[in-house]
């Protein structure tokens, strides 16, 4: 049984286009995350949601837009996309300390 | 601006032996220092945390060592197992920030 889930694995798309990629977590917290790995590797955080409310919004292009319908989703849309969104993107979930952050498998987003 | 660094991208060992992941940080604000190991094509898993307050914290097979005045940490695992084999990534929070910042990682074979 899951506890977050990333939906699409892979994701193949040509430059100007829109998409989206869904998470869900059934851990019951109350704060998810969106990040971004990169081609060199760093891992660094986009966006942060608590209980629906946005709580990290790191210097993210305003074509990235977070939505968050309940607190178990947090999904990610994407517009007008450009060659360098080309990257990995993890979902997380965490509870009341920093160490309980849950990653889900990623979501490889390759824009051509 | 790397705030947390691993100089090192890979590392190779010999089962059985020991294995010394090491990670710097630049931002003295740091107080909670966490370790995660990801597999290919999975999300990274928490391992090990130490607070600022604490110099060494041991969980079975892993122990974490923090030198403050150094501001550097480093991962021990001792024995290696092949099953240790994946990429380990170092990661720092200050007091009050919900932000992890995460080093590059680095990649830990461990040979049979």
């Known amino acids: 049984d899951t506890a977050v889930s990333q939906t699409p694995k892979y994701l193949v798309t040509q430059m100007g286009n829109d998409k989206s990629i869904k998470c869900e977590q059934n851990?019951?917290?109350?704060?998810m995350y969106w990040y971004k790995q990169d081609s060199k590797k760093f891992l660094k955080i986009m966006f942060s949601y608590n209980n629906k409310e946005l709580i990290i919004n790191e210097t993210v292009p305003n074509r990235f837009s977070p939505k968050s319908p309940d607190k178990a989703h947090l999904n990610l849309h994407i517009n007008s996309l450009e060659l360098g969104d080309s990257a990995v993107y993890f979902c997380a979930s965490g509870g009341r300390g920093v160490e309980e952050q849950y990653f889900g498998p990623g979501t490889r987003l390759t824009v051509t | 601006d790397q705030q947390v660094k691993q100089n090192s991208p890979s590392l190779s060992v010999q089962e059985g032996r020991i294995s010394i992941l090491n990670c710097d940080y630049t931002?003295?604000?740091?107080?909670?220092f966490l370790w995660y190991k990801k597999y290919p094509a999975e999300g990274p898993t928490f391992l090990i945390s130490i607070s600022s307050i604490k110099d060494k914290n041991e969980d079975g097979r892993f122990t974490v060592f923090l030198n403050k005045s150094a501001k550097h940490l480093s991962l021990h695992i001792v024995p290696s197992q092949p099953g240790d084999s994946a990429v380990y990534f170092c990661a720092a929070i200050s007091g009050g920030s919900e932000k992890l910042v995460f080093g590059k990682g680095t990649k830990l074979t461990v040979n049979p």
């Open positions: 851990l019951g917290h109350d704060t």
């Open positions: 931002n003295s604000m740091f107080d909670y």
